[in-house]
Every structure is written in structure tokens, then in C-alpha cells.
């Protein structure tokens, strides 16, 4: 079996770069081996690292001394649609023979919207990866913390829809034992098999994996991922932290105050980790200020980080381009009920989100504003300094500015567990035969229930955003999720309603009892929030999206492709916000932060020559991290947009 290493972390700590640095390194290093780089995140960039075209399988790269490293952007999609495609007339089949839908009813949830199955089936090819003799060491780059706790509770997801499935095929046999008879049982052997390999996949991820944790000094950074580690050891595959690999270190202090403050919060993050992860090695990942693109930089890049030698800077020469000019604007209204903020994973959507809050506080003083994070990693008490719960509070003192990070899986799992006590209650010591086919659907009613989409959880956190934008004049901010995460809440409407016509279908044949109607009732009322989250979306005097990002290379080319998907939702994209901007008066003499500038410059170049955005503006960057009610008023003292 192969060696398998995967790399977590926050979003934008570096993951990609850290684990495409580590494969480089180990294709070199090991002869005779044959190294597989997998991207996991369904926001990509390996592509964009190595700056090649990559399809949906393996592809080599060449590196020196003639090695090769195979890369891996997993398409979730297509896996999905070859891994149905094996099974799925067997499937329906079952499901058409043994309960009250039609093959009509089910292929479409097949087709669009199979809860989990897209990931499920991504999950299960790295694991027939690494099971085959193809490969000697696989290195997993992983989606942001959020996404990959849910990648980890993938096979218990999955293993409750193959649940659905054993009930669904076996109305018969209920019937049969009620009333004294028995039916014999078709082999159902597709699901003999996926069981073994959701069994394959707990193996291969729960036994022998290493376990990179990477993070920056950012006091957020590190917050963030201490919580999520011990989320993860307590997770269905608990797993537990090998090493941790600090990127974006400074370890000399410079000739700016930027660099200057980053040494020494490097210093003491450093010893945090070490003391949070004794016996366990700490690599420190030096910040050149320049971007690791292309196989030569990231071998010498790992040299550096996991081989303590010095890294040259051959490669990291910025291109040429004219010096750009800001100019002073004041801060746009937020002229639509609810704004979104999407960005990258750390490009600073949170701090953009309370400063788009904490400004409109000022300017409206009479227009209150909540500010909600749909985010499974959020860090909204981070910023405000106090703790932030799952109900809308007043943070910074202001009784009209709330924050609220939405407990999304307990709204959810209340909503169900109602729902299923109506049920049980009603049959409450029901015996006759004339309830055996309400008995059986009750449990397919329970079962569709438990193979819920992955993500219906944060619908409900938005359907009570919805609660709060009709209570009122409020405006509401919702500080997103990264991208790849954001983009599956965005198309998640459209998959709840195949959802609720299901959930729906099995209570009709009892439409008269009083029972059937008050669930269906509760469905009913259900789908049509679904309906109106979706008008909602995609009404832009309603609903504004912000896009945040960094201005750097990689997040340039991500923010692309997230406002090609969002005009595939057909959701207006509004401005862009450039976030911590390096400005010449600020970074001096400092050989490190003027190289960062002139790559800032020439991305900020490039946003301007594409002129696709409602409006570009500039936030500085500081020295000290943004948070409370001082440094959210320096955050949004002044705001620029490139001449």
C-alpha cells in the first residue's frame, strides 16, 4: 500500500504550496519511486502552481535529474458520474421495486443532487489509489478545515445512504414478516461492495496516514487551527497532527515595521506550537515576499523548509510594470438587504465582512446590522474580542450591530428530530396491518431524513438570516465560507427541492391522516423557503455579493473562476475588494516587502486590464492584525481605488 500524507489547514495558510514543496521534495529524494500530488479542494490551483494544463486523471511533470511527479485535481463530478454510472440501473431498480418512487422520482436526485455521493465517490478513487501498486507515496492537498471535516465524515454519510438503500428494498419483506410469510431477498451485491469500500476508505485514512498541520503566525491562523485539530481528533476517522509546518514565517526582522512585528510573532508562535504539539517537529517556512510557482521554486522551497537550507531567489524575480496610483474614495453603501462576502480562504473575508458592518454602523447610525458567519471554521470572536454565539448579540458595544456564527448542524438536527418525534408519536402503539405500509414508510421517511445533502445544515443557518432580513429593516452581512465550500450553499437550493418532493411522495398515499398532513405541511413549508432562498440569490437589488482577495498571483486566477461560477448561478457579482495591499510609503527600504509590492502591482494590473468588475477598491495592509472596535475604525478609516 501506498505511503499517504495529507496536509490540512486553515484556508490561505499556503496548503497547496507547502504539499506541492513536499512532493517535489520526495519525488527527487526517493529513487524508484513514483510520487502522486492529489488536490482534494474543489476550488484547484495545482494547476496554477505548476502552470500546466491538467485534466480529470494523473498527469506527469517532469522534474530534474529526469523524475517525474504525477499531479491530481480531482473532479468530483466526473467521479461521481463514472461511479453511478457502474451502478445505477442496479440502483434503481432497487429503489423502484421496493418503495413507493418511481424511477422518474429518483433519477433526477441521482443525476444532480445524490447527497454526498460526488464527494463520496472522489473519496473512494484516492482510496483505490492508494491501494494500488501504482503509486509509492500519495500526498493529499486538502480543502479548508470546513470542507475537510466533512470529507471525514464522508463514509458515515454514505454508509447512512446505503442504510436508505437496504430499507428501500425491502418493503416486501416487512409485509411478509408482519403477516407470517417470507419473501427471499435479491442480491443485492452493489451494495456488499460499496460498503467494503466505504470500509477501504476508513482503513486507508484512519491508519496509516501522516498528518501535516500548516498554519501562518496570524494570531487568527493559529486560533482557527488548534480548534479544528481537536475537531478532528474527535472526528468519525479521528486522526491525529505529525507535524506542523509554519509558513509565512519571518525569522529576520527586516528593515519594516511589517517585518519587524512578524519576526516576533513568528518567535512566539513558534513556541505556542511546540508546547501545543510537543514531540512532534515544528518546520518554519520563511515568507521571501515573492510567490513559489513552478517545480524548480518549490524544490527549492522544500529544501528550505523541510531540509533546513537557504532558499535562492532565482526564480522569484517580479515582472516589470508601471508604479500604480490609489486614489481616496469613500466606502460604498450597502444598498441591498443582505450582501455576501466570498473570497479565497484567508484573503480576510471576515475582517472584510465586520468592516463592511462596523462602517455602515457609522455612516447609518440608525440602520441596524447583523453580521452572520455560515462558515464551519468561523472566527467572527476573533475579530470582535468576545464571544460570538449562535444567536445574534450585540458585539462592540453597539445594541444595533449583532454578530451571530450560526450553529448550522444543531438548527438542522432539531428541525429533524421534530419531524421524526411527530412520526413517532402518531404510530405510538399502532399494531394493525392497516399502519404496516405507514410503518415501512415511516422508516423511509426516517432514512431519506439521515442521508440529508452535505451542506443542508447551512441552508438552514441562511433560512434564518431570511428570518431576520423579513423582521426588519436590518441589513445583514453573511461572511461566507471559502470559495469551493460557498459555491456548494450557493447551488444547494436547487438539490433541496428534489430533496422535499421526496421527502413529500412518501406521506401521499396517507394524505387524510392527521399525521401525514402536519408533516406534510412542515415540508411543504420547507420547499418554499428553499424557493425563495434561491429568488432570493439571484435577485441583485436584494442580495449584493462582495468578492474579496489578495493581490497575488494564485488568488487572482481562483477569483476568475469564482465569478465565472457565480454568473453560472446567475448571482450579480458586485465589486471586488483587494485586501492587504502593500503601500510604497510603508514598506521603506525593506528588500523583502518591496519585491511582495511589485508582484502586488502586477496582479492589481492584470484586475485592471480585464475590466470585468462592477468596482475595484484597495484596502492597505497592517502591520498588527484587525480586531476590535480600534482596529476595525483604522481598517475602514480610508478606502482606495487603483487610478
Not at 187 to 212: C, K, N, S, T
Not at 267 to 283: E, G, H
Not at 343 to 366: E, M, N, Q, W
Request: net charge positive.
Amino acid at each position: 500500500m501506498a505511503e499517504l500524507s495529507l496536509f490540512i489547514g486553515k484556508g490561505g495558510v499556503g496548503k497547496t504550496t507547502v504539499s506541492s514543496a513536499y512532493a517535489v521534495l520526495s519525488a527527487l529524494e526517493a529513487k524508484n519511486s513514483r510520487v502522486l500530488l492529489i488536490s482534494s479542494d474543489p476550488a484547484h490551483s495545482l494547476a496554477d502552481l505548476f502552470s500546466v494544463r491538467l485534466g480529470d486523471r494523473p498527469k506527469p511533470v517532469a522534474l530534474p535529474r529526469g523524475r517525474r511527479l504525477y499531479l491530481w485535481q480531482v473532479n468530483a463530478e466526473k467521479e461521481f458520474r463514472a461511479f453511478i454510472g457502474k451502478y445505477k440501473e442496479a440502483l434503481l431498480a432497487t429503489v423502484e421495486s421496493g418503495t413507493i418512487f418511481s424511477r422518474q422520482e429518483i433519477e433526477p436526485l441521482l443525476d444532480t443532487a445524490l447527497p454526498g455521493l460526488a464527494e463520496i465517490s472522489a473519496l473512494l478513487a484516492v482510496q483505490q489509489t492508494i491501494t494500488s501498486s501504482a503509486y509509492s507515496h500519495i500526498v493529499l492537498d486538502t480543502a479548508p478545515f470546513g470542507h475537510t471535516l466533512r470529507l471525514l465524515q464522508l463514509p458515515e454519510q454514505f454508509a447512512r445512504f446505503l442504510d436508505f438503500l437496504e430499507i428501500a428494498g425491502s418493503r416486501d419483506q416487512i409485509l411478509a414478516a408482519h403477516f407470517g410469510g417470507s419473501v427471499e431477498s435479491s442480491p443485492r451485491r452493489f451494495l456488499r461492495d460499496w460498503r467494503a469500500m466505504v470500509e477501504a476508505v476508513r482503513q486507508a485514512i484512519g491508519r496509516d496516514a501522516r498528518l501535516f498541520l500548516v498554519t501562518t503566525p496570524e494570531k487568527f491562523a493559529v486560533n482557527e487551527s488548534l480548534r479544528v485539530t481537536a475537531a478532528l481528533a474527535a472526528s468519525p476517522l479521528p486522526v491525529e497532527v505529525s507535524a506542523v509546518v509554519l509558513n509565512r514565517a519571518v525569522t529576520r526582522a527586516g528593515e519594516c515595521l511589517f517585518c519587524r512585528r512578524r519576526a516576533a510573532l513568528t518567535r512566539a508562535t513558534r513556541a505556542q506550537l511546540a508546547k501545543r504539539f510537543p514531540n512532534r517537529p515544528v518546520y518554519l517556512a520563511e515568507d521571501w515576499g515573492a510567490p513559489v510557482i513552478g517545480a524548480a521554486a518549490l524544490h527549492a522551497f522544500a529544501q528550505q523548509v523541510f531540509r533546513g537550507k537557504r532558499m535562492t531567489l532565482r526564480s522569484a524575480v517580479p515582472p516589470r510594470v508601471p508604479e500604480v496610483r490609489f486614489q481616496p474614495v469613500a466606502w460604498p453603501t450597502l444598498d441591498a438587504n443582505l450582501t455576501l462576502v466570498l473570497g479565497k480562504g484567508g484573503v480576510g473575508k471576515t475582517t472584510v465582512s465586520a468592516g463592511l458592518g462596523y462602517r455602515s454602523r457609522s455612516d447609518h447610525p440608525k440602520q441596524p446590522v447583523t453580521i452572520c458567519s455560515v462558515d464551519p471554521a468561523p472566527s467572527l470572536d476573533d475579530i470582535f474580542q468576545q464571544e460570538v454565539g449562535d444567536e445574534p448579540r450585540p458585539v462592540l458595544g453597539d445594541r444595533r450591530f449583532t454578530a451571530a456564527e450560526m450553529d448550522s448542524a444543531a438548527e438542522f438536527a432539531a428541525w429533524v428530530r421534530g419531524v421524526k418525534d411527530k412520526i413517532d408519536q402518531a404510530l405510538a402503539g399502532e399494531q394493525s396491518g392497516v399502519h404496516v405500509e405507514l410503518s415501512f414508510e415511516r422508516r423511509l421517511f426516517s432514512a431519506l431524513l439521515d442521508i440529508v445533502p452535505p451542506g443542508v445544515d447551512e441552508v438552514f443557518a441562511v433560512f434564518r438570516i431570511l428570518d431576520l432580513l423579513a423582521a426588519g429593516s436590518q441589513k445583514v452581512i453573511i461572511d461566507m465560507a471559502p470559495t469551493g465550500h460557498a459555491l456548494e450553499l450557493l447551488r444547494m437550493p436547487d438539490r433541496m427541492q428534489l430533496w422535499a418532493r421526496l421527502l413529500l411522495k412518501t406521506l401521499a398515499a396517507h394524505r387524510k391522516l392527521a399525521l401525514a398532513q402536519d408533516v406534510a405541511v412542515e415540508i411543504a413549508a420547507f420547499g418554499q423557503r428553499v424557493r425563495e432562498l434561491a429568488a432570493l440569490l439571484q435577485d441583485s437589488q436584494r442580495a449584493r455579493v462582495w468578492t474579496v482577495m489578495l493581490p497575488e498571483p494564485l488568488p487572482d486566477r481562483e477569483t476568475e473562476r469564482l465569478r465565472q461560477d457565480l454568473a453560472g448561478l446567475k448571482m450579480a457579482a458586485g465589486p471586488l475588494l483587494v485586501n492587504r495591499v502593500l503601500f510604497a510609503a510603508d514598506v521603506g527600504k525593506c528588500g523583502r516587502c518591496r519585491r511582495a509590492r511589485q508582484w502586488q502591482l502586477a496582479t492589481l494590473a492584470r484586475l485592471q486590464a480585464r475590466g470585468e468588475f462592477a468596482g475595484i477598491y484597495v484596502l492597505k495592509n497592517f502591520a498588527a492584525e484587525i480586531a476590535g472596535k480600534q482596529g476595525l475604525a483604522k481598517l475602514t478609516a480610508n478606502l482606495w481605488q487603483p487610478a
